[in-house]
């Protein structure tokens, strides 16, 4: 059953991908469809400028991974009302986090867009002005649909990790 989960989790993360672009909304979108108990409009509508290393820079965090960790830190770190957390909560969250980005690591060697996207397609993108480069070498197609089928494949591996506590 967790099997076809977590492969059902990489199959709609590329799909998202492959079909709106947003890599941060998709991931998000995509783990919310498989865990429709966790939706959430705000945090969906707040990952929309977190796409293409933050704002279609390239320059920061894979939208992916971001989008992934926004999740799974929606499970399990603090809350507003206690932003003091004396239970070290955002802790949990944290080394959750940590797991997603030895993840990255492991298989990308970073977590930057930038240098994701070198490593996938021999170069990054101007994603404002080579966006026709950038979906021709396969944006949408091979590279950033795989990347955001691994980072919700493995964030989903966290949530019923999370689920089994």
């Known amino acids: 059953m967790a099997n076809d989960k977590l492969k059902k989790a990489y199959n709609r993360g590329f799909a998202f991908e492959r079909d709106f ?48 960790a926004m999740v799974v830190s929606q499970m399990t770190g603090r809350t507003l009302d206690n932003i003091a957390d004396p239970e070290k909560q955002r802790f949990v969250a944290y080394r959750l986090a940590e797991k997603l980005i030895n993840k990255f690591l492991d298989e990308y060697g970073t977590v930057t867009c930038e240098k994701i996207q070198k490593k996938l397609m021999g170069r990054s993108f101007d994603m404002y002005e080579e966006w026709d480069e950038f979906i021709a070498a396969g944006g949408h197609t091979t590279a950033c649909t795989s990347v955001v089928g691994n980072a919700t494949r493995w964030a989903a591996e966290l949530i019923e990790e999370i689920k089994k506590k």
């Open 21 to 68: 672009g947003g890599c941060a909304q998709c991931a998000v979108g995509a783990l919310y469809e498989i865990y429709p108990e966790l939706k959430n409009a705000d945090i969906f509508k707040a990952a929309s400028g977190l796409g293409g290393g933050v704002g279609l820079t390239t320059k920061g965090g894979c939208g992916g991974l971001v989008g992934a």
